[in-house]
């Protein structure tokens, strides 16, 4: 992993650019003279890299390239140009790294036995309700219903047989 990092940083060396602007934060009055942020841009899409290491870099940054195919770091947290443009590099180099880091292959979970237990429990007590639904719906056929056919206790409902009006 590293020696892929290492090589690209020394192919694209020559094709880093550097700009400089005014920092804000700590400083005191050579904040105004001075320019100490560093931005670092670099253009992956017309990069002398190998397609396939362009690929995996535009695939895992998209979040951070532009849509001109440009990666861009800021940096300003020295007081020094120097020392920023240096942190710019350094940055630049872990985002690499991550990039070409290989994804870890995910190992499926087994359930557990308490897991199974509640599950089949769960099952079991859905059946017995479907089955005791089922003999009342059987059921319900040979009971009486209402004597009085629009009885407003009642009405069509033939599970209820037992209302005042039938009394």
């Known amino acids: 992993m590293v020696p892929v990092v290492t090589q690209i940083l020394q192919q694209i060396n020559s094709e880093l650019k550097f700009t400089t602007s005014r920092s804000s934060g700590p400083g005191g009055q050579n904040v105004n003279k001075i320019n100490s942020r560093v931005t670092l841009s670099w253009n992956i899409k017309e990069s002398v890299l190998a397609p396939e290491w362009k690929e995996v870099i535009l ?17 300003q947290e020295s007081r020094s140009q120097l020392q920023n443009k240096e942190a710019a590099k350094a940055r630049l180099q872990e985002l690499l790294a991550k990039a070409f880091e290989p994804r870890k292959k995910r190992k499926p979970t087994k359930l557990g036995a308490a897991a199974k237990q509640a599950r089949l429990k769960s099952k079991k007590q859905l059946a017995e309700k479907k089955e005791v639904a089922q003999k009342a719906r059987i059921g319900r056929a040979s009971l009486p219903t209402c004597l009085i056919a629009s009885c407003y206790i009642c009405g069509p409902n033939p599970d209820l047989y037992l209302c005042a009006s039938a009394n």
């Not at 695939?59 to 940096?75: C, F, M, N, S, W």
Request: avoid cysteine.
């Open 59 to 75: 695939q895992k940054l998209h979040a951070r390239i532009t849509l001109d195919g440009e990666l861009q770091l800021t940096v």
